[in-house]
């Protein structure tokens, strides 16, 4: 566009200078006197010519000058065949409602045109016909609901989805949706094992870039499976969710670990929802990702709790290996272990040379 401008604009001024020059040069009339030339006039044409032309160039063009305009007008005249044919299609299906076929073809359309409450009522009907027994269906339908209400992961959406990869442990569309859902739920391990045994089964590379991203995400909060073959990618997360199980006092005699007890600020008590996650993280007073994690819930607030080798992220990391230690308990107001503005905290540095029990208070807010 800026060359279109910068040329009709040395045309302009060529076509201006062709016909002013005349009228600046002196000249003879008939009877040879000589006449001089007329600056005015020449002013007045300079100046009218190329209005003219910026006039008549946008009365009669429909060329959009902004890239933005020019971009929609493309997309509005390529979307417009697409909008006919679902009108079309929905035509017809409203005469020949058994077609679920035509019903999934008609939510696949809506969801390419990012009109998704329809997309719903469409994915709706073909699941409805064929009672849930046709996985596209089934999956289009849970689809559609979270692109309506994303929070419907917790809900409906979230139960079909965990039924679609039990009845169907193959699907790539299954898999990605449930792990997503066990994501949304805070099970990671559970998450990771969807994106892993999704990650096996290959597919575009900008999609298996967004399962590595998700996979590295976990593993940089809970650590890495123990076994990462791709067959145990498959199987059940059982080895990852072994900490968690660790975590319970009753599990490690106290005198093996870090002995804590955790209550909250009498200034903060009244800010702590019931039945809350809890984290409580041990992390190298330098920084870096938790060597060590426990989920509990804010419900057993105050708690006695023993942090230990078996509680760690990496298998065969020890506590005892680092030299000072910051000891964070956390309530997560969103369930996820990643920080948040609102949530309620507290930290301790920690000797591992030390021993005895040690005193953390959750007395701050996450800004």
Do not use: C
């Not at 902004?66 to 509005?76: C, I, M, S, T």
């Not at 419900?299 to 709790?305: A, H, M, N, R």
């Not at 910051?326 to 920080?339: D, E, F, H, N, Q």
Request: proline share 8%; hydrophobic share 45%; charged share 20%.
């Amino acid at each position: 566009m800026t060359v279109f401008i910068v040329l009709a604009a040395l045309l302009a001024a060529l076509a201006v200078g062709l016909v002013v020059w005349p009228l600046f040069r002196p000249r003879q009339d008939e009877a040879g006197k000589p006449v001089t030339g007329s600056p005015v006039a020449a002013v007045a044409i300079a100046v009218a010519l190329p209005a003219l032309a910026f006039v008549l160039y946008f009365s009669l063009s429909d060329w959009p000058w902004n890239p933005q305009a020019q971009v929609q007008a493309q997309a509005d005249g390529e979307s417009a065949p697409l909008a006919q044919m679902a009108s079309q299609l929905a035509e017809r299906l409203s005469r020949e409602k058994g077609d679920a076929e035509g019903w999934k073809m008609l939510g696949r359309t809506y969801v390419v045109m990012n009109d998704f409450p329809k997309a719903l009522d469409a994915y709706q009907q073909a699941y409805t016909l064929t009672s849930g027994s046709d996985m596209d269906a089934l999956l289009g339908y849970a689809e559609a609901r979270v692109l309506v209400n994303e929070a419907d992961f917790e809900g409906e959406a979230g139960r079909l989805f965990t039924q679609a990869v039990r009845e169907a442990p193959s699907n790539p569309k299954a898999l990605w949706y449930a792990g997503l859902t066990e994501f949304r739920r805070q099970d990671l391990a559970a998450a990771r094992t969807h994106w892993q045994a999704l990650r096996t089964l290959g597919g575009p590379p900008e999609i298996l870039q967004i399962v590595d991203a998700r996979i590295a995400e976990i593993d940089s909060t809970i650590g890495p499976a123990q076994e990462a073959t791709p067959v145990a990618a498959a199987a059940p997360a059982q080895p990852v969710t072994a900490p968690a199980a660790a975590a319970t006092p009753a599990a490690v005699p106290t005198g093996e670990g870090i002995d804590l007890r955790i209550a909250v600020a009498p200034a903060l008590a009244g800010r702590v929802p019931p039945g809350t996650t809890l984290f409580v993280l041990a992390r190298s007073s330098a920084g870096g990702p938790p060597l060590a994690a426990v989920r509990r819930s804010s419900s057993e607030l105050p708690l006695d709790i023993t942090l230990t080798d078996a509680n760690a992220m990496i298998p065969g990391t020890s506590l005892k290996q680092v030299d000072s230690l910051a000891l964070v308990a956390r309530v997560s107001l969103t369930g996820r272990p990643i920080a948040s503005a609102g949530d309620l905290y507290g930290e301790v540095r920690y000797d591992p040379a030390s021993s005895g029990r040690i005193n953390l208070t959750i007395d701050r807010v996450v800004e």
